[in-house]
C-alpha cells in the first residue's frame, strides 16, 4: 500500500489508517486485537487511530493489553491518540459535565496515562481531539514542548480544527503541526468549500479523515438513497462496492486525506482499502457531490 509523508523523512504513514474508535465493542481479546492488527499489516496498514476518551477511557488499554501480549508489533506501527475532551462515566467520577481542557498540565497527563495504557513508550503523534473555545495557544504550546522533549511524544497535531485555530496554534510553535483530523465524506462535504483543506494543502499538510461511510448511515438511511444509488452504478463500472466508492470519494482530493477505516471486520477492511486502487473520474465524483447533497455545483 502506498505512504504518505507527513514529514519527509520524519514521519509517514499508510494510506488508509485504522481506527480503533470502536474496539471495546469487537467482542476481541488480546490475542484477537493481536491478529487483527498483523492481518492490517498484510494489506499494508501500520497506522492505528486512538482516543483516550474512546470507548469510555477503556480502549487505549485493551489495545494496549495486545501490544502487552506481542511487544514487537509497536515498531511496525504508528500510534496516533488524541486527547482534551472529557464527559461523565465511570473512569471519572469527579467529571459532571462534557468539556474540554487543553491546559498544559492536562494535556500531558493526558498523554502519559496513554502511554501507560497503551502500555508503550511514546506516541508517534498526539492530537487535540477537538478545538476549545478557552484553549491558549502558549499553553499548548508549552505542553508540547514538553512530551517532545521527553521523548514521550514525536509529533502533533490537532482533531477537528478551523483553519484559523490552526494556524494559532501554529503560530506558537517551532516545529510543524502534522495534521488535522476532519470528518470528511460525501454526506460531510462542508470542508470542501470552506477553505480547511485549502488551507492545510496550501501548508503541505496531509488531513486524516474520519467517518468516511458517514457513520454507517450511507448504508441503510433513507435520505442517502440517492447517493446508494448513485453509488452503486458508479460501483458497476469499476466492479466496487458502495464502501469502496465512497472510500475513493475521499481518497480523490487533492490534499491527499487519509482515510481511516472504522470497521473491526477485517474482510470489511480489506474491502475498504482496496479503494486505493479505484480511480474516479471527475464526472463520477460530482455525481456522488451531487447526489449526497441534492444539487448541483453553481
Known sequence: MQRVNLIPGQLSFSRMVQGYWRLTDWNMQAQDVVRFVEQGLELGITTTDHADVYGAFSEEGMFGQALKLAPGLRDKIEIV???????????LPDVNVVHYNNETDYIVSAAERSLREL????LDVLLIHRPDPLMDADAVAEAFSRLQQAGKVKHFGVSNFSAAKFALLQSRLDFPLVTNQLEISAVHSDYLFDGNLDYLQQHRVVPMAWSCLGGGGVFHDFQYKALRDCAASIGEQHNASLDQVLMAFVLALPCQALPIIGSGNIERVRQQAAAVDIQLTRQQWFSLLEAARGYTVP
Open 119 to 122: 502500555h508503550t513508550d511514546y
Open 81 to 91: 491518540s488524541k486527547c482534551g475532551i472529557l464527559f461523565p462515566c465511570e473512569r
